[in-house]
């Protein structure tokens, strides 16, 4: 079970920071990751961080925004999203990995939470 929060309304250039509290499977094992989807438009890939944490992957709109972090000891994966924008506004899903001791690449995942809205206004 994934269960996402911290979402909200925030001013463009501002930032939110989105935490996901993972059960049911040996999180620490596991790549994690965030998607997103805007209205009208598919589900897309917005960043992942391997099991170990050792590695992380962005799509390229986000690169230097986002971070991704996960805290093994809490079953947690955060999402600090800092100069947002207004095309950043859609619904944030956490996503967790198919298999164990996963990379985190867009492909890696399985499971997804119900999501978290984050609208950022212009």
């Known amino acids: 079970q994934l269960i996402e929060s911290g979402g909200g309304l925030v001013q463009a250039g501002g930032s939110l920071r989105l935490s996901c509290a993972a059960s049911g499977r040996i999180f620490s094992t596991y790549a994690m990751g965030w998607f997103r989807q805007a209205p009208g438009k598919e589900r897309e890939f917005v960043t992942g961080i391997k099991w170990s944490g050792s590695s992380t992957y962005y799509t390229d709109s986000v690169k230097g925004r986002f971070t991704i972090s996960r805290d093994n000891a809490k079953n947690t994966v955060y999402l600090q999203m800092n100069s947002l924008k207004p095309e950043d506004t859609a619904v944030y899903y956490c996503?967790?990995?198919?298999?164990?001791?996963?990379?985190?690449?867009?492909?890696?995942?399985?499971?997804w939470g119900q999501g978290t809205q984050v609208t950022v206004s212009s």
């Open positions: 996503a967790a990995g198919r298999n164990p001791y996963g990379l985190g690449m867009s492909n890696d995942f399985a499971s």
